[in-house]
């Protein structure tokens, strides 16, 4: 089926490569795995956002809106994707991030501040009521006879939602008979995009996601929830059971952004097998999750597996200082 898609402006490169990592492969001795590499859409504005964000910002300015307002934690890949995309599409950006304002800026916070981005330090308290906070700076826009955007947290919204559609049309494209999708999951709307999409193209592939916090129910509850908005805003009817969302739990080990000697390994690892280098929080969780799950013995020897590396770099070289605690750096 031809996906017919709402506009979008251009800020990725796409198509992303579709590599089969040789080292890895060998190591794990099958099923088939292939990296798609959508921590290369772009430099400052790689990973998975930016494709979100093409449909996101094509929205907005349809809406005649001159400000992305947005929120996510201190070291978001979001936000900063956010802030940059809004230079490129002649945009300006307000931050609402969750955490103190930290001495140095490092890692996607120093990008924030590069590309200019209006910071906002939210307390965790005030993060709860984001909602709101998103809708007063809203007010003080158009008192400045401006006009804001609000996207929630991962652009996780129906306009968000097509980028992923888009990715899965893509990788259909690039490869046949696939088994399986692998993707690390933070707010779903990666997930819910996959999904939506490979309904859309009638494709069988099963879509897997690892939870990197909270745990599968919450996660399987967003996802579906996300799916219906979609569904709602689109005029579109994309049925679906519970069951087809899966979401394999066990892997996010103590919680959101917080990793170990593990992830770190892991990381290293996959970098020394063929190059790619994964990030802290989600990737690295992401990828012990299939390997777990090819250890469990989930797939066949000769399926075809497509994990999807999401980005995060920016998030991994902020993390030096926990990182030198966890492992020796000589
Ligand atoms: C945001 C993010 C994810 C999670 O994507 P969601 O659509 O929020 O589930 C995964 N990987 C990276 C690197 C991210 O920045």
């Not at 494709?51 to 978001?76: M, P, V």
Request: with cysteine; net charge negative; aromatic share 8%.
């Amino acid at each position: 089926m031809k996906i017919k898609y709402p506009e979008k402006v251009k800020l990725a490169r796409l198509p992303t490569p579709l590599e089969k990592p040789e080292n890895l492969n060998r190591r794990t001795g099958g099923p088939e795995i292939y990296i798609k590499r959508d921590d290369l859409t772009g430099c400052a504005t790689s990973g998975n956002k930016i494709r979100k964000l093409e449909f996101a910002i094509a929205d907005a300015k349809k809406k005649g809106a001159d400000t992305l307002i947005t929120c996510g934690w201190l070291n978001s890949n979001h936000c900063r994707a956010t802030s940059i995309a809004s230079r490129k599409a002649g945009l300006r950006a307000i931050l609402l991030l969750r955490g103190e304002k930290p001495e140095h800026y490092r890692g996607n916070l120093f990008l924030d501040f590069i590309s200019g981005a209006d910071i906002r330090f939210l307390t965790p308290e005030e993060y709860e009521r984001r909602d709101e906070i998103m809708e007063d700076v809203q007010k003080e826009l158009l008192e400045e006879g401006r006009k804001g955007y609000p996207i929630p947290a991962g652009a996780t919204f129906p306009p968000g939602l097509w980028g992923y559609i888009g990715a899965m049309d893509e990788i259909s494209r690039q490869l046949n008979d696939i088994d399986a999708v692998f993707i690390p999951v933070g707010t779903g709307g990666t997930y819910a995009g996959l999904f939506i999409g490979k309904k859309m193209l009638g494709l069988t592939c099963d879509i897997y996601g690892i939870n990197v916090e909270d745990d599968s129910e919450y996660f399987v509850d967003e996802i579906s929830r996300v799916i219906e908005e979609w569904n709602g805003f689109e005029g579109m009817n994309i049925t679906f059971k519970r069951e087809e969302i899966k979401i394999i739990d066990g892997y996010q080990g103590e919680g959101y952004s917080i990793f170990g000697r593990e992830e770190i390994s892991l990381i290293r690892e996959i970098c020394m097998d063929d190059g790619i280098i994964l990030d802290p929080v989600y990737t690295s969780k992401g990828m012990k999750g299939l390997l777990g799950e090819i250890k469990k013995g989930r797939f066949d020897k000769n399926s075809r597996v497509v994990f999807i590396h999401t980005g995060g770099i920016f998030g991994l070289l902020s993390r030096l200082d926990e990182i030198e605690k966890i492992v020796e750096i000589e």
